[in-house]
Every structure is written in C-alpha cells, then in structure tokens.
C-alpha cells in the first residue's frame, strides 16, 4: 500500500521527499513527522502511542486487536479475508467444517470468526504459502486474502465464505490530546475531499435562457447546478458536479440541447 498511501498524502498536502532509503520524514507545512514502516506493525505502534495516525489494513487492525480508531476508509487495497476449501471438497459452508483444521496467517481473526458462528475448529497458524496446506493435508480449509481471487483458482480452492471486507484505512490513536485530535480530524476531512473528487468533474457552459431549462435537466450534479446569469443579455452559465464516467455520455446531449462552452475540469478536493 505504500505507493497508493503517498499518491494519497501529497494530494493531502503531506509533501516529503523519499529517496527509498529514509524512513523518517519532516512535513513542515503540517508540521508532523512522517514514518514509513512494515504495515504489520503500524496498528500496534498507533495503539501504544508510538504514532498518532497512521494508514494501514482494516484487516491488520483487526488482527491486531489494535483499539486504534478508523478515522476515515481509504478507497484502495480493497481485499478480503475468505475461507477457503478444495475444489474437490464437499465443504459447502462454514458448519461444514466442524471438527476440522482452519491454516491461516490470521490466526485471531479466524478464530473469532468460527468462535461467533459457534463452529468447533483447529485454528493452523502458518506464514508464507497458505494455499498449499489443503494440497499438503495440513489443513482442510484455509482462511486468506483475496483480491481478484485468481490466487485462489490458480491453486485449486474456491471460496466459501467471508471472514471480512478490507481496505486501506486512516487510524488514530485512542488516547491522543485536544491538539492532536484537531490535527487528526483535519487529515481525515482534506484525506475525504481528495477521494470524493477524485471520480467527480466540475463541468461548466454557457445557455440561452430559452434552452436552459432543457441543459439543466441533462445535468444530476451534487445537489442541484448552480445557474449564473452572463453580462449578455438573454443568457446563463450553468455550473455541475457529475460524477467523471457521466462526461463522455452529458456532452453531446448537452451540445444538442444548445450548450456552449463547455469545459470540463478535475477536481482536487470536494468537501460534500
């Protein structure tokens, strides 16, 4: 998640120069210090107060039983944890696997998961290669991440169900001062307005006044388009938000209905 993780804090206004060597940075214009490091250990470092926030798995925060509080969804390194059986395996559902043995790199996950649906298993932890334990009889099911799921396939499994829906995730440390939280929060609010722009174009035209109402109803936008009258008489500037895989189907409508001018624009931050 590192490349998404500094995509998204430069954008955020965290601007710190990395040469793949340093792993303490100074941002001076949100005058916080920047540490890079392996994901697994960021949940605990923000829940024993080595950080203050910091941008890590919901699974690892899960897993680590970390009380640091998700600030703010991150929109990228969506995955699952799933359990997954044989293709050949009889298994169909989780009950199914009463009595047997669970291989997984997420051994307190897993376990709270067959613990709640009051399912009887052998929790296996195991690191590195957890699709091979079904092939090698050290397991009848495993419990992993899965993106696109061709791991899976590729390795003769097939999902059963899921453990739970993961992403990248802004945390905050329980404990943090007045100062901090304030610092903390204002992060997640500039973080949010750079996702929320993201997928989102700010189009702007010119109408006569006898075709606007025609142009207006073409364009959903956040609320509803914001209408300027023009210096020229008879005419006005039409202002929308619409979502960015909306522009290719509005703009010939649009020039049809009697727009003018239209210029489409990325957003950089957009506060709902």
């Keep these: ?54 941008i890590a798995g919901r699974n690892q925060l899960v897993e680590s039983q970390s009380t640091a509080q998700e600030l703010l969804a991150l929109g990228f390194g969506r995955c699952s944890l799933q359990v997954a059986v044989a293709n050949d395996s009889s298994v169909g559902s ?36 957890v699709e091979l334990a079904p092939r090698l009889d050290a397991a009848e099911a495993i419990v992993d991440l899965v993106s696109s799921g061709e791991t899976l396939r590729s390795n003769g499994l097939r999902p059963v169900a899921t453990v739970l829906e993961s992403e990248a995730v802004l945390l905050a440390r329980p404990d943090l001062d007045n100062s901090q939280r304030e610092t903390a929060e204002r992060l997640a609010t500039v973080m949010a307005s750079v996702i929320a722009a993201r997928d989102k174009r700010y189009v702007m035209l010119n109408a006569l006044d006898e075709q606007l109402d025609d142009i207006v109803a073409l364009l959903p936008g956040l609320d509803s388009p914001t209408v300027l009258p023009l210096a020229r008489t008879g005419m006005h500037a039409v202002h929308a938000v619409v979502e960015r895989g909306q522009v290719v189907e509005l703009l010939e409508p649009l020039r049809q209905a009697g727009a003018r001018s239209i210029l489409v624009l990325p957003i950089e931050n957009l506060v709902p």
């Design 1 to 54: 998640m590192h490349a998404p993780s500094m995509e998204l804090a430069r954008e955020a206004g965290i601007e710190v120069e990395t040469n793949g060597r340093t792993l303490h940075l100074h941002c001076p214009r949100w005058g916080i210090e920047v540490l890079l490091a392996r994901s697994d250990d960021i949940p605990v470092w923000a829940q024993d107060g080595a950080v203050e926030a910091a």
């Design 94 to 129: 989780p009950a199914d696997l009463q009595g047997s043995r669970v291989a997984t790199a997420y051994p307190v996950t897993t376990a709270a998961f067959f613990a709640e649906a009051g399912i009887d298993v052998q929790v296996v932890p195991i690191h590195g290669s």
